[in-house]
Every structure is written in C-alpha cells, then in structure tokens.
C-alpha cells in the first residue's frame, strides 16, 4: 500500500475517534487520499481548491485555541507555495497538521513540476516542526496519530508508489526513534533510507547478502528530530561507514541531517546519494536509477566502501 492511501486511511479512522479532527485539502483530494476522510465526514471536510496559501491559513485557523486537529493536505511540492503562511504559523505557536504527498522522483510520469525534492529543506528549518517521513502503512498511521497529538507544526511526507508492509499492525513508533530494521553481528556498513529508498535499501541488503556482505537498515521515522543516538551506536557497530539514500536533493535533507548528527564524532564518514539536478518525467523505477538511488546504486556504494 502506497504511504499516501495509507494516510486517508488512518485520518479516516482519526475522525471516527474524535469529532474534533477536520481535513482540509487543495484540490488534490483523489491524490493525497483526503477523499477517504471526505467521504466519511463530509462536514468536517474543508476544499481549498489550488490555493495553497490560503489553504494553510485556514487551517491554522481552525487549529486556533486547540478546536480542531486539523490535517492540511495537498502534493508535497506545492507546499513551498505557503511557506509563509507556515512559517508565521510556527511563530504563532500554531498546532497544525500538513501532509504532503508525491515527493521524490519516485512519483515518475507526474514529471518535474509535481516531485517534491526541497520540502524535506523547507520544514526542517521552521521552528516547532516535526517532520515524519514513514515508510509502509503502518508506520504513516502511527505518524498520523502521532502527529494529532504533538505540539507545534507537523508534516507527514507521503509518498505515491506502492510499497510492502514491513511493520505489524502491533509495532510501537514514537517521535525521534529510529528502527533498526536489518542487522546482524558481521555488518560492515549502515544504511540510512526513508520512504521508497527504505525499500531500496533493504533490496540491496538481499543482493549484498548473496554476495556475503552484511549490511544495517535504519528507518529514521522522523527526521525531524532524528534519532541520533541509534545512528551512533549503528555507526559504531559498522566501523563508522554511514550511507544515506533519499529521494531529495542534496540540499537540507536526510543526508544533511544525519550529517548535522554525527558531525562531533571522529572517525565517521557518510556518503550521500540524493537526487542531483532537475529530473525528469518517466517510469518511477527508471528514474530512482538515473538519479543513483534505486537498489544497484546502493549496493555499489556499499561495495566502494569495502574497497576502500
């Protein structure tokens, strides 16, 4: 199940557990899957049609002394549209929920104009924001619920592709934990994906294994605070090789953070994959491998690194 179905899932069952939660979406509702919420509690349901700015004033309205959760959701891309609208929402100790959807070169024929590569940049420097990036459908449900119930702005990264479920419905997710999601006594390398390079990440994991190379998979859950101290600890673990493989440029996203993380420690390198130019539209499998992302380019920078 793709993270952004999972998402209307989860505010769908959000509602039902409170009257208070209301959604609010720019005319993206089939996309961003704020329709299932829609078709649930239609009065609760606010359109905003394409205008995101005013999109996210409304709902910093409606959240305004705590009166509704409110959930804003639109294609990730277009949130750099309301940027200060979020920001004065920070500053105004708003408790907003923005979702956004389609991120990455992963979303494929949707093209350039719709990918989403600088939010990740975008809401890690507003202050008071939580930024969750989940993986599977278990993981955006819990960040939903997380994030209903977390101070300040939050944004929730969902992504368009469908992906397997790797977590039981039981799993326990908190706010700046990480999961450890492959390990074993004899990794040489970890590795640092989220969202559809998470998936990547473990399919290298299953090639290296059959060539006898062990590597560590982290989940970081949110990004925004990272978990800091698993990444250390895993580091230690792997003779302090870190690669971190996201579908965003280079700029103020993961890498950047698990960077920002580890940059006190000695003895820790970390090599980034991310995506680098403007992209193009095409098959979203073609384009994670242009843009050196997909499963070949990782185990190929685990390989660098043994030959190191």
């Not at 409110?70 to 990730?76: G, K, M, Y």
């Not at 979020?86 to 959807?101: D, E, F, K, Y």
């Not at 290296?208 to 590597?215: D, P, R, T, V, Y």
């Amino acid at each position: 199940m793709a993270t952004r179905r999972a998402y209307g899932v989860a505010l769908a069952k959000l509602g039902e557990a409170s009257k208070r939660v209301v959604a609010l979406d720019g005319d993206t509702k089939n996309s961003t899957f704020s329709e299932t919420f829609k078709k649930a509690f239609p009065d609760r349901y606010i359109e905003c049609f394409i205008a995101e700015q005013n999109m996210v004033g409304v709902a910093i309205g409606c959240a305004t002394r705590d009166r509704t959760v409110a959930f804003a959701s639109t294609f990730a891309a277009f949130f750099s549209r309301g940027y200060d609208q979020i920001r004065m929402g920070a500053i105004s100790q708003s408790n907003v929920n923005l979702v956004g959807s389609h991120c990455g070169v992963s979303i494929g024929e949707d093209g350039p104009s719709q990918m989403a590569l600088e939010d990740l940049a975008i809401f890690r420097a507003i202050p008071t924001c939580t930024v969750f990036y989940p993986s599977d459908a278990v993981s955006t449900e819990r960040a939903v619920e997380l994030s209903a119930n977390t101070k300040g702005i939050c944004f929730i990264r969902t992504s368009r592709p469908d992906n397997a479920v790797i977590y039981s419905p039981d799993e326990k997710f908190e706010v700046g934990i990480a999961k450890v999601v492959r390990q074993s006594d004899s990794d040489c390398v970890t590795v640092i994906g989220a969202g559809v390079t998470l998936h990547e990440a473990l399919a290298a994991a299953d090639m290296l294994a059959s060539e006898g190379k062990n590597i560590r998979v982290i989940d970081p859950f949110t990004i925004k605070p990272l978990d800091a101290a698993t990444i250390m600890a895993s580091a230690r673990a792997t003779k302090g090789q870190i690669i971190t493989v996201e579908d965003h440029y280079k700029e103020g996203g993961l890498g950047e953070a698990v960077l920002s993380a580890v940059g006190g420690e000695p003895g820790i390198v970390v090599t980034r994959l991310a995506v680098s130019g403007v992209p193009r539209s095409g098959k979203s499998t073609e384009l994670l491998d242009m843009f050196g992302i997909s499963a070949k380019h990782i185990a190929n920078a685990v390989r660098q690194t043994f030959a190191n």
